[in-house]
């Protein structure tokens, strides 16, 4: 018996002659978003296809507004009911771009269908976590998942990430402070684990050092670190955490002069609208191929540190206790940076 709160999301009628596609990534945000040029070169190679696009209900508003793609379907908490969904859909071909248990059982379960999945290249992670001896390719992801569907001769239009916000989603300016109306950078405070975090008394000192307005972005989650930093000066420094949607801080995000953003989900929405991107990391590092993509930017961390990366994703605390992969980051070298973009931008 099929569960019937399975969510299908119709984006766009398919009535297409072409290859029937799924393409699978579960979470999270940034992974999703950097998949985005599969989903558009795809397209561009075969206009008539039907694109189908598979992840969590929680991250379906991603992809939901992109035009490339025919369906979102979202997975349900039974793979085995998702399964069943897929089934009925007779795919010509499954781009799996998340590697997992759970894609191999779908990959046994729709037998018969070409399965072509990403490298996640965890052994070389392995090696770089446990020795720090670094054998990654030098080479970003989205050139990892385009690897996927090059043999049905899509090649990489090199125009970047994709983000699309509906109309309704698009922040008015009366939501915006109006001392922030004639610019402002975007700082996102968040992230995923505590160790690609800055702390938030290097994040007031930061704020207090760059004398232009600033929006804090983040979730529900980072609100109270949003209000401590905010205090710093409370006309300059707009703690938006957990005020908006996601894609209504990507819009934030759209017409912000500068983002500043650990490695998360956001500092690839930021490289999505071609934006200035300082990007600050902690115990994860750029090489593993996750910085910002086709976008300018530049990075910020602590360079020969013998015990980092210590994580491919990152720890609720510091294992060694120092936590020096951000303690040591120049707070003044990136108020300085800064200061000297936004002299140039205006």
């Known amino acids: 018996m099929i569960n019937k709160n399975i969510h299908n999301h119709l ?109 996640k290249l965890n052994t070389q992670k392995w090696i770089y976590t446990s020795f720090k001896i670094n054998t990654m390719p030098h080479e970003h992801i989205v050139d990892r998942y385009m690897e996927t569907v090059k043999n049905f001769g899509v090649v990489n239009d090199n125009k970047g990430l994709d983000f699309f916000i509906p109309e309704k989603d698009k922040v008015k300016d009366n939501d915006i402070p109006f001392s922030h109306s004639q610019g402002y950078i975007a700082i996102a405070i968040g992230a995923a684990h505590y160790t690609k975090k800055l702390p938030v008394d290097k994040l007031k000192e930061l704020c207090e050092k760059i004398n232009y307005p600033i929006i804090l972005l983040g979730g529900k989650e980072d609100y109270d670190n949003g209000g401590e930093i905010s205090n710093v000066d409370e006309v300059k420094i707009y703690n938006a955490c957990g005020k908006f949607s996601l894609n209504e801080s990507a819009d934030i995000i759209r017409r912000s002069n500068l983002i500043i953003s650990h490695d998360t989900g956001l500092m690839h929405i930021a490289a999505a609208f071609k934006k200035m991107i300082f990007s600050v990391w902690g115990n994860t590092v750029p090489s593993f191929g996750m910085y910002p993509y086709e976008t300018e930017y530049k990075i910020f961390q602590v360079n020969k540190l013998w015990c980092r990366p210590c994580s491919k994703i990152g720890f609720d605390k510091c294992p060694l206790g120092h936590f020096k992969c951000m303690q040591k980051i120049s707070i003044d070298f990136i108020a300085e940076n800064a200061k000297e973009f936004l002299k140039i931008k205006n």
């Open 11 to 119: 984006i766009s009628p398919s009535g297409n002659k072409g290859p029937k596609f799924l393409i699978i990534r579960f979470s999270s945000i940034g992974d999703i978003v950097l998949s985005t040029p599969v989903i558009r070169c795809l397209r561009k190679k075969f206009p008539e296809a039907a694109i189908y696009f598979l992840t969590k209900k929680k991250f379906a508003g991603i992809v939901e507004s992109n035009p490339y793609l025919t369906k979102v379907i979202t997975l349900d908490e039974d793979i085995l009911d998702t399964i069943e969904i897929l089934k009925d859909e007779k795919f010509d071909a499954v781009i799996d771009l998340h590697y997992n248990l759970r894609t191999l059982r779908i990959k046994q379960a729709l037998k018969g269908i070409p399965f072509y999945s990403f490298n």
